[in-house]
């Protein structure tokens, strides 16, 4: 499966149809975004590789700052399983970490960009 086309045939549409409104100068950007917003997705997405455990939960608070970890002890497991920073935690918990996936998934030129993109941040 290519992971850098988006699974929903409705939104694959609406990224062609937004590449090919784009002028041509801002398509090749746009194209890269989408396909590296693409994997992100899949990474976030897999079932039930990154499914947080309640452990995971529990490791997850324990890092955070006092203040947000409290915040979301209040919210509690359930609700936070969805959260995008405790799914990627539970997925480099068990070995499946995004920079590899990422690298995986993409290809040299675009994993290469999306690296030095992250190094921005």
């Given amino acids: 499966m290519d ?5 929903n045939p409705e939104l694959r549409k609406n990224q062609s149809d937004l590449l090919n ?15 590296t917003g693409n994997v992100s997705c899949h990474y976030y997405q897999r079932e039930p590789d990154s499914e947080p455990t309640e452990d995971d939960y529990i490791d ?26 405790l799914r990627r935690h539970a997925a ?20 290469r960009r999306w690296s030095a993109l992250q190094k921005n941040d």
């Avoid at 409104?21 to 396909?35: D, I, K, T, V, Y």
């Fill in 21 to 35: 409104s784009l002028p041509e100068e801002q398509r090749e950007f746009m194209a890269f975004m989408l396909r």
């Fill in 92 to 111: 480099e918990r068990n070995d499946i970490g995004m920079d590899a996936y990422m690298k995986e998934a993409l290809s040299d030129d675009d994993y």
């Fill in 60 to 85: 997850w608070l324990s890092g955070l700052p006092a203040n947000i970890a409290q915040s979301f002890r209040n919210d509690g497991f359930e609700k936070c399983k969805g959260v995008f920073p």
């Fill in 3 to 7: 992971k850098t086309v988006h699974w």
